[in-house]
C-alpha cells in the first residue's frame, strides 16, 4: 500500500511563494511518475505539473515560468515550488502517482492567495 501525505499550503499574498511537499511510502516513488493536480471550489481537477522518474517535466500552460516540480528519491519526496501566485492559485492541490496496475492521490492541500 502507498501513501501520499502532502504538506505545505497555507494563506498566502498575491506574488508570494510557497513550497508544497509529497512525502511517499513504498518502494514505487523512484521508477514511477509523479504530479501535482489542483481542484478549485466548483471547478474539475486539473493537472498542475508532472515529473518522470528520469527527472522529464511538464506543466500546465498557466503556471509556467512560475512553478517547479522536483523531486528528491532517496527522501522518497516531492515538491512544488510555487513563485509569484496569483488569486487563481487558490485550490486543494493534490499528489498523485500512477502505474500500470496502481493509482494513488493524496489527501491534498490548501493553497488560498488573497490579501
Known amino acids: 500500500q502507498v501513501q501520499l501525505v502532502e504538506s505545505g499550503g497555507g494563506l498566502v499574498q498575491p506574488g508570494g511563494s510557497l513550497r508544497l511537499s509529497c512525502a511517499a511510502s513504498?518502494?514505487?516513488?523512484?521508477?514511477?511518475?509523479m504530479a501535482w493536480y489542483r481542484q478549485a471550489p466548483g471547478k474539475e481537477r486539473e493537472m498542475v505539473a508532472t515529473?518522470?522518474?528520469?527527472?522529464?517535466?511538464k506543466y500546465a500552460d498557466s503556471v509556467k515560468g512560475r512553478f517547479t516540480i522536483s523531486r528528491d528519491n532517496a527522501k522518497n519526496t516531492l515538491y512544488l515550488q510555487m513563485n509569484s501566485l496569483k488569486p487563481e492559485d487558490t485550490a486543494v492541490y493534490y499528489c498523485?502517482?500512477?502505474?500500470?496496475?496502481?493509482?494513488?492521490w493524496g489527501q491534498g492541500t490548501q493553497v488560498t492567495v488573497s490579501s
Open positions: 498523485h502517482t500512477w502505474g500500470q496496475f496502481f493509482d494513488y
Open positions: 513504498g518502494s514505487i516513488f523512484s521508477v514511477n511518475p
Open positions: 515529473i518522470t522518474s528520469g527527472v522529464n517535466t
